[in-house]
């Protein structure tokens, strides 16, 4: 399946006109197809690779859409109910914990990785140039650690 890891986020690249957010939905694409090991067996998996990511994009696209048409007061207030939300405040403050010691857990490549791109926004590019590794075992170090923290959230009781 990872064979078709560059392929997918080729042709999300020319989908979206984003690097970025097609090397996103190509691991949130991958994330979706290791939840669903253990399943029934995919008899296409390269077709459902690709209508999986086509999905997310789709969606993403969605919600960009939703986010542009939003009037600014909406979001102001969104934000004064998250502060007056202590229940609130207190799960994300769980969630982050629980993150946090799940990336405690990883081996410092793998950490470094996934933090330089989904703390830091580093390019794949970047990661690899940073890390001295290829742009490929930064895919596969990213992959792995969203992999293993969505595992343990869900081990821990994070996940709502």
Not at 105 to 123: I, M, T
């Amino acid at each position: 399946m990872i064979r078709y890891y560059q392929e997918l986020v080729l042709y999300l690249n020319r989908t979206l006109g984003d690097r970025q957010a097609a090397a996103d939905v190509t691991q949130e694409t991958f994330l979706r197809l290791l939840d669903r090991k253990g399943h029934e067996h995919i008899e296409q998996p390269r077709a459902f690779l690709y209508r999986t990511a086509v999905n997310l994009s789709i969606d993403m696209h969605r919600r960009a859409r939703v986010r542009r048409t939003e009037e600014l007061e909406v979001l102001d207030r969104e934000g004064v109910l998250d502060e007056r939300c202590p229940q609130e405040q207190a799960s994300r403050d769980q969630q982050l914990n629980l993150l946090q010691r799940a990336l405690g857990e990883l081996s410092e490549p793998c950490r470094q990785a996934f933090v330089l791109r989904k703390v830091d926004g580093c390019s794949h590019t970047e990661i690899a140039e940073r890390m001295g590794i290829s742009r490929d075992m930064v895919e596969k170090h990213i992959v792995n650690a969203m992999k293993h923290c969505r595992l343990r959230l869900k081990a821990w009781g994070g996940q709502r």
